[in-house]
């Protein structure tokens, strides 16, 4: 799916941040997957920063807030503005993910969500109801994903280990084979 296939489907399309989008477009990589995007209005801080100050009140503190595009795709939450020849991008890997906080409206469902990262935070603004929602469960989805994808590989590397070790005891292989075979595994 594009990026602007993906606004389009959020209802998000705005007219003013179509520059944005062609520019996410050109720096999603060809092994990308992109899942989602919205056309918002987005700060990005540093983390602690953000927790100590942005918050007033319960309410975040969208001065400062750059409109553009958040994508997010398989591997990375990325947030792109373009206005009149001046680029910005901010990128936040989902494995480097720290937390997902919100301040939505319980009526209308609209409001704020914080993306932290291990070195930036984006503010997003959320105008539509259920698109903080949407977010956070593509999010966690990616999170729960890449979780099992991690737990697989453990088991297959020791798997890997106990064949080889079998082999040994067996006398098919050597203690030095071994050991050469189960440094390469937990590499």
């Known amino acids: 799916m594009t990026i602007e296939e993906a606004i389009e489907k959020s209802g ?9 989008t062609k520019y996410a477009q050109r720096i999603i ?4 997957e992109v899942l989602y995007a919205i056309n918002t209005n987005v700060v990005i801080d540093a983390p602690n920063k953000t927790l100590k100050n942005k918050k007033l009140g319960g ?4 001065k ?3 409109n553009g595009v958040i994508v997010i795709t ?7 503005n373009s206005l009149m020849g001046s680029t910005n991008q901010k990128q ?5 993910i720290q937390s997902i906080d919100e301040n939505i409206n319980g009526l ?5 969500l914080r993306i932290c990262g291990i070195t930036d935070t984006f503010l997003i603004n959320i105008y539509k109801k259920n698109i903080g929602e949407e977010i956070k469960q593509v999010i966690y989805n990616l999170q729960t994903k890449e979780s099992h994808s991690n737990y697989t590989s453990s088991i297959s590397q020791a798997d890997e ?5 079998k082999l040994l005891d067996e006398g098919i292989i050597t203690q030095e084979e071994f050991e050469k075979k189960k440094q390469e595994l937990l590499k």
Request: include cysteine; hydrophobic fraction near 40%.
């Open 161 to 165: 280990i106990m064949k080889f070790k």
């Open 64 to 66: 400062g807030a750059i």
């Open 12 to 20: 998000t399309k705005n007219i003013l941040a179509k520059s944005s």
């Open 59 to 62: 309410v975040f503190n969208f």
């Open 108 to 112: 209308t469902k609209t409001g704020q």
């Open 29 to 32: 990589q060809p092994n990308e």
């Open 92 to 96: 936040i890997l989902i494995k480097d």
């Open 74 to 80: 398989d591997k990375r939450i990325l947030f792109c």
